[in-house]
């Protein structure tokens, strides 16, 4: 039995933030300071000089995203159904309707051929997403994108850290890319997110989105936007600043952590009850998270109330966005089989970088007691 309790996330912040913060507290400059600026010129260096404009989460960065789109024409969006909902919210408070499409079984993510099935008219844009930070399929993405005319959206939420098939950071390819800090993301800000982009006029647009439309400065200010009040605080940097500096280790602790728990899974737990996704073997998945599919039959709830009672939190990967009673009469094209089994037998194990390899030891071992009763 496990001597401890393993969570499901456990983010490590480096006390380096709290001489940041109480400065930030004597100080009284919570907002639109220098902290922000550092963070975003710090993240804009991993991902090749791109534009990143932080905002107050990874929906916020959503929205401006598809604003942004929006605004340049785009009405339409082919995005795959298995995506945190708050993807298709956004797209429709910016007034582009979702098209969904099913995943493909792999990386989880939207296949490239989907492109072949975009509606013409040149209004239409398509969305890819990083799974659990399983690269997506970024070259040909970018390839058939750019000879379709299409922008491209690449919901890279859980993306930072890990590379493509051509060892580039995820988020550096598309039109677009958004990055989520949430605390079960590979860097956090408590809540947070980003706009990245190499388009200079898209991100002079996201940084007036973000802060009310507002431009100039002191007298001189004035609302040329309708905007929104998604500033990062510089509270919410001083985190990220702390956790960027030992992000490099971060991420070698998960990729240890993540192939430890595959030479385990494949060795020890029984094989019929589960399978593994061939994405997260993927020699630039971060691990994000790392996610198995039970056999059907198997009842996810009792193996989740099993665990549990191990002291190990587990619970659902995500979400069909078709299978949620509010986006029920979104457009697909066809059945949703791949995305539709992830939410109804996929679950989410513990991994974070606080976690030690005896954790996984006692993970795996509780998902096979879990399985199957009384080994």
């Not at 159904?81 to 429709?92: C, K």
């Not at 973000?210 to 001189?220: A, H, K, V």
């Not at 589960?274 to 039970?294: D, I, K, T, Y």
């Not at 009673?325 to 539709?340: D, E, K, Q, W």
């Amino acid at each position: 039995m496990t001597l401890r309790f393993v969570r499901l996330a456990h983010p490590e912040i480096p006390v380096k933030a709290l001489p940041l913060i109480a400065g930030l507290l004597e100080s009284g400059r919570l907002t639109s300071g220098d902290l922000v600026a550092r963070l975003e010129e710090r993240l804009s260096k991993r991902l090749e000089g791109r534009h990143v404009v932080l905002v107050s989460s990874g929906t916020t960065a959503a929205l401006v995203g598809f604003h942004l789109l929006f605004d340049r024409g785009v009405r339409r969006v082919v995005m795959p159904d298995f995506l945190f909902p708050s993807m298709a919210s956004a797209a429709l408070r910016a007034g582009v309707e979702p098209v969904l499409a099913d995943i493909e079984p792999e990386r989880l993510g939207l296949p490239p051929d989907a492109l072949s099935r975009v509606p013409p008219g040149g209004k239409a844009a398509v969305l890819s997403v990083d799974q659990f930070g399983i690269p997506g399929f970024a070259g040909p993405m970018e390839q058939l994108s750019s000879s379709l005319g299409l922008p491209w959206f690449e919901d890279a939420a859980c993306g930072l850290g890990s590379r493509d098939d051509d060892g580039r950071a995820c988020a550096t390819r598309s039109t677009i890319s958004i990055l989520s800090f949430h605390p079960r993301k590979t860097l956090t800000t408590a809540e947070g997110g980003a706009v990245v982009t190499s388009d200079p006029d898209l991100a002079a647009r996201a940084r007036l989105l973000r802060n009310l439309g507002i431009s100039g400065q002191g007298t001189e200010r004035r609302f040329d936007m309708a905007g929104y009040n998604a500033r990062m605080s510089e509270l919410h940097a001083a985190v990220g600043l702390a956790q960027e500096e030992i992000l490099d280790e971060l991420l070698e602790r998960r990729r240890c952590l993540g192939r430890r728990y595959l030479e385990r899974l494949d060795r020890d737990v029984f094989p019929e009850g589960f399978s593994v996704p061939a994405g997260f073997r993927h020699p630039g998945c971060n691990f994000q998270s790392l996610v198995v599919l039970l056999q059907p039959g198997i009842d996810r709830g009792e193996v989740v109330r099993r665990m549990a009672a191990e002291g190990i939190e587990t619970t659902l990967p995500g979400f069909s966005i078709r299978s949620q009673p509010v986006f029920s009469a979104l457009p697909a094209f066809g059945p949703l089989p791949n995305s539709t089994r992830l939410q109804e037998s996929g679950l989410a194990l513990p991994l974070h970088e606080r976690m030690e390899p005896q954790d996984v030891d006692s993970v795996c071992e509780a998902l096979q007691r879990a399985l199957v009763p009384g080994k």
